[in-house]
């Protein structure tokens, strides 16, 4: 059996040499064109799909999908990742270096090298062009076609869930469709370069087989319960092979080997969990953990933030006061500590807590968001609009900051800055009626410059909001036609 394996990954490597070296399908396609593509995509998804954005999560996911990309060459996209609130497994890459991961999928791991795993092979489908070149195929892709793509991608080709049936059937109806399903050697092919870059990153790659099985052992005997990215992502089974035989067959990575701490995935995964799963599951896989191990940090820090969920915000700060024992100067669970304080209306003792937080890791969004809300629950106005004006600074997509400093500002009677944040709040939230409103108030400041800048965004809300309506028209026309 050991020989027969041997024969196999020689003779795909032999098959796909040139492949990986020089994709095909990356000379085929514009790099500009594929741009385009992911900006479409991604604006799709934005309208239709909810992103997880809690920072400390994605900027973890963030973290490990860019130190496997610094393995490639030089690459022409900016790489991005995401997590997609669906419970399904999949996992997708779109054109021009957007990677997806849904919620299922990511609550599904247990280590860091399972989501190195999948998101190296995302990562590769998106340096061979595999997707975008599937696109390019067709003579014209649509809003309702791209939709539609969308729609498959993320929640699977069967179109389960209920944005997915519409969508789907949105494309269908329009006249277009795609085949989304990925070749048996564009697998092999993701896998091989993959493989490599968790080999120069310091992983074993072990994980990407982990899931693999993981995901193949959901498969039951019904067609319709097949795992979503088994329908996306197929030859799960050669997979195995070639991949047990690479790993059986490959040295120690020959890259640097990174010391990786298994407490990052942990906490960074027992919030997830506790913040997005169901809150009766998650209370009693905390309850058990610590019956196990009472001083268990990161089961004392899930349990707590499961607690808050739920309101019980005094026993969620006792919780986390007993994980702070064991892990005194962890940044993460001083800033959630004074969230929960904060919360429970405890606002000087909130105060302290994030400060201390922030003293160690002086650049967390999340604390400077709660360090702004707590100093405006004390009346500290000019405290509060410095640190969400730092925040903004920090991080401009923050979009929630723009409202509280609004807030701040109203309350400190600076009306027309206090329009302002507000009109951009409410713009990118692409809520145009109080956007339109706020931005015309704002419109009564001294600043010229400022009063263009106004001036030319309503304008531009002028222009999508006609988008938005025309496209919503169209696929409401398309369905009624349909159906």
């Known amino acids: ?96 270096g957007n990677i997806f991961i849904n919620s299922g999928l990511f609550e599904a791991m247990e280590n860091e090298e399972e989501l190195a795993g999948i998101l190296a092979h995302e990562i590769a489908h998106v340096v061979c062009r595999h997707i975008s070149q599937r696109i390019e195929r067709q003579s014209k892709i649509g809003f309702i076609t791209l939709a539609g793509i969308a729609a498959g991608m993320l929640l699977g080709l069967e179109g389960k869930g209920t944005a997915s049936s519409a969508l789907t059937l949105g494309s269908v109806a329009a006249g277009q469709s795609i085949s989304l399903a990925y070749s048996r050697e564009d697998e092999i092919q993701a896998d091989q370069i993959g493989l490599k870059c968790l080999n120069k990153t310091g992983y074993s790659g072990s994980g990407l087989l982990t899931m693999l099985k993981k995901i193949r052992s959901k498969q039951w005997f019904s067609p319709e319960e097949i795992p979503t990215y088994l329908t996306t992502h197929p030859a799960s089974e050669d997979r195995i092979v070639y991949i047990g035989s690479w790993l059986e067959d490959s040295e120690k990575p020959s890259g640097q080997v990174f010391n990786i701490d298994p407490y990052d995935f942990q906490i960074t995964h027992a919030r997830f969990v506790s913040t997005h799963g169901e809150e009766s599951l998650v209370l009693k896989k905390f309850e058990t953990r610590i019956a196990e191990c009472p001083s268990d940090p990161i089961a004392l820090y899930g349990y707590g933030l499961v607690l808050a969920k739920t309101g019980n915000l005094k026993d969620a700060a006792i919780n986390l006061k007993k994980a702070l024992e064991k892990r005194a100067f962890d940044s993460h669970i001083l800033k959630d500590l004074g969230r929960i304080y904060f919360l429970d209306g405890r606002y000087e003792e909130a105060l302290k807590t994030l400060e201390t937080s922030l003293n160690i890791a002086p650049d967390d969004i999340e604390c400077l968001f709660f360090l702004g809300r707590t100093q405006t629950g004390l009346g500290r106005y000019g405290n509060a609009e410095n640190t969400f004006e730092k925040l903004i600074e920090k991080d401009p997509d923050y979009n929630q900051a723009l409202y509280f400093l609004g807030d701040a500002y109203g309350k400190h009677g600076r009306l027309e800055d206090a329009h302002y944040y507000l009109g951009l709040y409410y713009k990118n939230e692409g809520n145009f009626k109080n956007a339109e409103f706020h931005l015309n108030k704002a419109l009564k400041t001294d600043d010229p410059d400022k009063k263009l800048k106004i001036k030319e965004m309503l304008k531009e809300i002028s222009k999508n909001r006609m988008k938005t309506e025309d496209r919503r028209s169209k696929l409401a026309s398309t369905f009624s036609n349909k159906f």
């Open 1 to 96: 059996m050991r020989f027969y394996k041997k024969i196999f990954i020689i003779f795909t490597a032999l098959i796909l040499l040139t492949d990986v070296c020089f994709p095909k399908a990356a000379l085929s396609i514009s790099v500009k064109k594929e741009e385009e593509m992911g900006r479409e995509f991604m604006r799709v998804v934005l309208e239709h799909f909810k992103l997880i954005e809690d920072p400390f999560i994605v900027n973890y996911v963030n973290k490990i999908g860019n130190k496997i990309v610094s393995a490639l060459p030089p690459q022409p996209f900016n790489y991005r990742f995401y997590i997609i609130k669906e419970n399904v497994y999949n996992a997708f890459a779109s054109p021009a």
